[in-house]
């Protein structure tokens, strides 16, 4: 028969659905065509024909469903994250099936139960949060069973027990397949295809679902194993990099350990040890004493670790640094503020000024603590010998006769101190009265840097130092000494080596009388008490101000109750040696209005007051008085202005009351 012939051409020829279809249809046609006898016959080949068409059709999906599987296996192995892997599963399983919704749920080790991992197609919001306990659902039987279960209705078939209904009946979902995801006997979870309709699963879909499940369980494996490995990879790369931070610092530890070692064998410098630090941990570093005063200073560049090194002054400076250590925060920088101690001794202070400072520079600071305070250590020492020599030397000049001064020359000249030049000889008292080891390491510091010599006594620290003006030596060291609350004398230029002893008596009666006026913790010289420093130098402040009071306390009463300044004019007439013309003129008043004062002031001192020991009396006092005061306090009286020869002009004044 041609139809047949035909129908079977086009099927070796791979023709299309609607080709076979039309084929068939003229065959049947055919078939009614044929006589009676033959029609029967016709007509079972016919159904064959209809048969192979169908199982042509068949086969034709199964190979589009297996090529699609295919593809899914190919797509599932070239993704290597787990989260794309489970998006591409549940996807492909919405697309092989058509379905309106697909999922995948997974087993929760911990839990014991399956959560909702992945959705495609869903609406309700509450879906994604399902979790079910083996058994229970259609997905828990799948998973308590590793078979496939499907529904046509699935909230009317009572094969399951419902606990999701609700959410089910919120998504709308009626049939529902369900496979288990599985590595051998192992349970990964569950995939589902859904429909918001009733539909029958055919064998076909059923097992080109679990097909893709078995290929997503494999990908899923493969994917965690991948993941995995990247993570140990990561985890290895991270560690390698501890190691190699680890290998950096014990380098640096190493290296810096190294050149502290050396610095110490060789008797390195504190700027030396500064450098070697910053140059192995970086960042700033500050050395400072337990005064606050700079030491060594280095850095790395960088930010300027001015403003961290400022606020470590400042705690140190107060005396509100914290023991044994502290951080320092200062406009989002961290510095480190450390001490520098030996057994229980403190020498100074490190600031460090850097970004995040490590445990690892942390302990390399306290290393270089330790380090300094055996430099400290070792230069105190030599410190402290170099005093001992200097102390002996002035020691021999300050007997009262030297008897080889060529030697003592000679071993001054070994410390390089010239006592050929000008020389000053400079007495420091304490408040205590008893020299301070404190006391004689500053001084001995102090000294050194100034090219003199130095020796201490139980009450006082002399000095003998190069140059000729007094008075500037008297100021320098007691600004140097002032945290040591000492009190300063100076005798004026020595040029003979064997009036050390005089000079030395006169600088310390210097410092005395200051104590007596009220001046503690000041210098002065010679020069500027004059005689006074001679004739009051032993006088105790008490006595010095009752002598005051006696001679000068009923002027200075009177001045203070009638607003007066008789005291002033006192003061001005002495200065003037009692010439009431030349008072008069200094005081811009009229000599009758002096007259009234001078009368004024026999009423309150007496009649004698204006000659005789009275009057030293007086004058003693009153320049003690202005002793007294500060220096820059003192105001000196100017001289009258010159007149035009044949002038008697004179300024005029209202009288005093």
């Known amino acids: 028969m041609r139809p047949v012939q035909t129908f079977l051409e086009r099927l070796l020829d791979e023709a299309g659905a609607e080709e076979l279809d039309g084929a068939v249809l003229a065959c049947a046609r055919a078939v009614e065509t044929l006589p009676e006898e033959e029609r029967?016959?016709?007509r079972a080949e016919l159904d064959t024909l209809r048969e192979l068409r169908v199982m042509v059709e068949r086969h034709r999906r199964r190979a589009r469903e297996l090529q699609a599987l295919f593809e899914t296996a190919g797509d599932l192995s070239?993704?290597?994250?787990?989260?794309?892997v489970l998006q591409a599963i549940v996807r492909r399983g919405r697309q092989l099936l058509q379905t309106d919704v697909a999922y995948l749920m997974l087993v929760d080790p911990e839990r014991g139960d399956t959560f909702m991992r992945?959705?495609?197609g869903t609406i309700s919001p509450h879906f994604p949060e399902i979790r079910l306990p083996l058994g229970v659902g259609l997905g828990g039987r799948v998973a308590q069973g590793l078979a496939p279960h499907w529904t046509r209705n699935y909230l009317l078939d009572e094969r399951f027990l419902h606990v999701i209904d609700g959410i089910v009946d919120e998504e709308q979902l009626v049939a529902i397949l369900g496979v288990p995801l599985r590595v051998g006997h192992r349970l990964l979870g569950v995939l589902f295809a859904a429909e918001r309709g009733e539909r029958d699963f055919a064998q076909g879909e059923v097992s080109l679902l679990s097909s893709l499940a078995d290929h997503a369980a494999i990908a899923i494996e493969n994917a965690s194993l991948f993941q995995e490995t990247q993570e140990a990879l990561g985890a290895l790369s991270r560690a390698h990099g501890v190691?190699?931070?680890?290998?950096?610092?014990?380098?640096?530890?190493?290296?810096?350990?190294?050149?502290?070692?050396?610095?110490?064998?060789?008797?390195?410098?504190?700027?030396?040890?500064?450098?070697?630090?910053?140059?192995?941990?970086?960042?700033?570093?500050l050395v400072i004493d337990d005064q606050a005063r700079e030491l060594a200073r280095a850095s790395a560049g960088g930010e300027d670790p001015a403003p961290i090194f400022d606020e470590a002054l400042r705690l140190v400076e107060s005396g509100n640094a914290p023991y044994p250590s502290t951080s320092l925060e200062l406009a989002g920088r961290t510095g480190v503020l450390l001490p520098v101690v030996a057994g229980s001794e403190r020498f100074g202070?490190?600031?460090?000024?850097?970004?995040?400072?490590?445990?690892?520079?942390?302990?390399?600071?306290?290393?270089t603590a330790s380090v300094m305070s055996l430099l400290l250590l070792n230069r105190r020492a030599i410190d402290e010998a170099d005093n001992r020599v200097r102390g002996?030397?002035?020691?021999?000049?300050?007997?009262?006769?030297?008897?080889?001064?060529?030697?003592?020359?000679?071993?001054?000249?070994?410390?390089?101190?010239?006592?050929?030049?000008?020389?000053v000889v400079v007495a420091a008292v304490p408040a205590s009265g008893s020299v301070s080891h404190r006391l004689q390491a500053e001084a001995g510091s102090a000294v050194r840097s100034w090219g003199g010599l130095v020796t201490s006594y139980a009450d006082r620290v002399v000095?003998?130092?190069?140059?000729?003006?007094?008075?500037?030596?008297?100021?320098?060291?007691?600004?140097?000494?002032?945290?040591?609350?000492?009190?300063?004398?100076?005798?004026?230029?020595?040029?003979?080596?064997?009036?050390?002893?005089?000079?030395?008596?006169?600088?310390?009666?210097?410092?005395?009388?200051?104590?007596?006026?009220?001046r503690a913790g000041e210098g002065a010289s010679t020069d500027d008490l004059g005689i006074y420093g001679l004739l009051l130098s032993e006088a105790g402040e008490q006595h010095a101000r009752a002598f005051i009071d006696t001679q000068l306390g009923a002027v200075r009463r009177y001045d203070a109750k009638r607003g007066t300044s008789l005291l002033h004019t006192l003061e001005v007439y002495f200065a003037s040696e009692s010439n009431v013309a030349t008072a008069a003129e200094r005081l811009f008043v009229h000599v009758n209005t002096l007259y009234q004062r001078l009368l004024r002031l026999d009423r309150i001192l007496g009649d004698d007051w204006r000659t005789g020991d009275r009057t030293l009396e007086l004058r003693l006092a009153l320049r003690m008085e202005r002793l007294r005061a500060a220096p820059e306090a003192h105001v000196e009286i100017p001289p009258p202005e010159p007149q035009d020869a044949g002038s008697s002009h004179v300024s005029w004044a209202t009288p005093d009351s």
Do not use: C, Y
Not at 349 to 367: P, Q, S, T
Not at 411 to 417: F, H, I, M, Q, S
Not at 465 to 492: I, K, M, Y
């Open 463 to 518: 000095m003998l130092l190069p140059g000729e003006r007094s008075d500037e030596w008297a100021a320098t060291v007691a600004a140097r000494l002032r945290p040591l609350q000492v009190t300063v004398g100076t005798s004026g230029m020595l040029t003979d080596l064997r009036e050390v002893a005089h000079h030395a008596d006169r600088a310390r009666r210097v410092a005395n009388l200051l104590v007596a006026l009220g």
């Open 78 to 84: 070239s993704v290597r994250d787990v989260e794309g």
């Open 392 to 423: 002996e030397i002035l020691a021999e000049l300050l007997i009262s006769s030297p008897h080889d001064l060529e030697a003592i020359r000679r071993r001054a000249g070994l410390l390089a101190v010239d006592l050929d030049q000008p020389m």
């Open 243 to 285: 190691i190699e931070a680890n290998n950096l610092r014990l380098e640096k530890a190493v290296e810096l350990h190294e050149r502290l070692m050396a610095l110490v064998v060789r008797g390195g410098l504190l700027q030396d040890l500064a450098d070697a630090v910053v140059s192995v941990i970086g960042g700033g570093l």
């Open 118 to 120: 992945v959705t495609e």
């Open 40 to 42: 029967e016959s016709a």
């Open 349 to 367: 202070w490190i600031v460090f000024a850097g970004g995040e400072a490590l445990d690892d520079d942390l302990r390399a600071l306290e290393r």
